[in-house]
């Protein structure tokens, strides 16, 4: 089969263009205190900051099901230059516009730009690849995101000690992809229709509910040391952007880490038993991120949790992508896409009312550590009938 690796080497721009997004909310968390006190006296400043911080991933959810019904039927490369482009421009704006209110709009317009891109460039690697070649693509995927956000973490960081705004212009590299993605092949497989012409029957609602409720669970977790993390280390008396940066960076290190774990797991266990492990390590880490009494002891905790990250994303992905048929992998990665970034939406959301009705950050923090335990037990108790119905239909295949 003609692979991208094959067409020009312009593949790699899909795993390029996969990095963008890890930069959408998560180069804004080292400036986070410094943007709020840059606009202390504007009413409600908490709100807007954490809309600012939280916009991008809200419309990527929304926004996400949608483009991938669109992109299935339109094809994806135009749609994934476009979105490129709005995602540069929409991503560098705060460097020029005054008003908080105008930022926080720009971030919502950011978000939009970051759904096409993300789940074109899934998509392009779910009809291009198949079977254990788009596993490696996928876990390159979040390799290269682990990565890119390692290495900008630290540069917003040093930029944030500058100005609390330059930050946002690491976006604006977004626009050094699109004369790749021009060079793009078109989808290695034709449409399926019936003997009317009309397209093959949709997929049922839910058909990825499982998919979905497992990503969105997950990344409640996942999002939450980067999110809560500047807020833990100023209780601690540590508010410099640079070592928030590098303890984030950390993080994201410790998921490329996991990202690296999972094919050597893959090739032993199925994906539901991989979930188990998924949710332990993300309860250890938010367990024990509760506890943290020093700097040097939260990158253990961030490790501990990083490799369950690094986990979720690539084996759900597999999971969806096995599932679902190659004239309906946009609409399937859309889906699955919304409980990625809407579980990224809700985690500051639910933590902050968790953590007033708890009596603070950290008891609401175990709070939601006991609540992926309960995930893991439940992910057990499928991987056991999972694992026990494949003997069945083993056993049952020799006897023919």
């Known amino acids: 089969m003609k692979t991208i690796e094959r067409v020009n080497g312009v593949g790699i721009v899909l795993l390029f263009g996969s990095c963008m997004t890890i930069l959408a909310s998560i180069l804004v968390v080292p400036i986070l205190v410094k943007f709020q006190a840059a606009y202390a006296s504007v009413k409600h400043v908490e709100l807007l900051v954490a809309l600012a911080l939280m916009a991008p991933a809200f419309v990527t959810a929304i ?36 008003g908080i209110t105008e930022i926080v709009v720009s971030r919502f317009i950011f978000g939009a ?24 693509y996928l876990n390159l995927q979040m390799r290269f995101i682990g ?31 699109i004369p790749f993605q021009l060079r793009l092949p078109p989808p290695q497989y034709a449409p399926r229709t019936d003997t009317l012409g ?18 969105l669970v997950g990344m409640i977790a996942v999002y939450l040391p980067p999110v809560q993390y500047p807020f833990l280390l100023a209780d ?23 990202t690296l774990l999972w094919p050597v797991l893959r090739r032993r266990f199925n994906t539901q038993s991989i979930n188990v492990l998924v949710f332990a390590l993300l309860a250890v880490g938010i367990w024990w991120l509760s506890r943290i009494t020093s700097y040097a002891e939260s990158f ?53 009312p968790l953590a007033a009705s708890v009596g603070g950050l950290r008891p609401a923090l175990v709070v939601v550590a006991a609540a992926m335990a309960l995930f893991a037990l439940i992910a057990l108790a499928i991987a056991r009938e999972s694992t026990l119905r494949e003997r069945r239909d083993t056993a049952a295949s020799l006897k023919w």
Not at 66 to 84: E, M, N, P, Q
Not at 113 to 133: D, L, P, Y
Not at 149 to 173: D, H, K, Q
Request: with cysteine; aromatic share 12%; hydrophobic share 55%.
């Open 300 to 352: 253990v905790v961030l490790a501990v949790h990083g490799l369950g990250a690094g986990m979720l994303v690539p084996n759900v992905m597999a999971w969806t992508m096995a599932a679902a048929k190659p004239w309906h992998m946009g609409k399937a990665t859309g889906q699955v896409y919304f409980g990625l970034y809407f579980g990224q939406f809700l985690s500051p959301l639910l933590v902050a």
């Open 63 to 98: 926004a996400s099901p949608f483009i991938g019904t669109v992109i299935d039927r339109w094809g994806s490369r135009k749609f994934l230059v476009w979105g490129t482009a709005l995602y540069a421009v929409s991503g560098v704006a705060p460097l020029w516009l005054d």
């Open 198 to 215: 009309f397209a093959a029957t949709r997929p049922p609602k839910s058909a990825l509910l499982p998919q979905i409720t497992v990503m």
């Open 147 to 177: 990565v890119a956000g390692t290495v900008l973490f630290f540069i917003s960081g040093a930029l944030g000690e500058m100005n609390w705004r330059l930050p946002f212009a690491l976006y604006g590299l977004a626009l050094l992809l």
């Open 236 to 258: 601690l008396g540590i508010t410099s952007t640079q070592a928030i940066g590098m303890g984030a960076a950390f993080g994201i290190l410790s998921a490329t880490a996991g």
């Open 113 to 136: 730009a970051e759904a096409i891109v993300m789940t074109c460039c899934t998509s392009i690697i779910g009809t291009h690849f198949r079977g254990q070649e788009r596993e490696r």
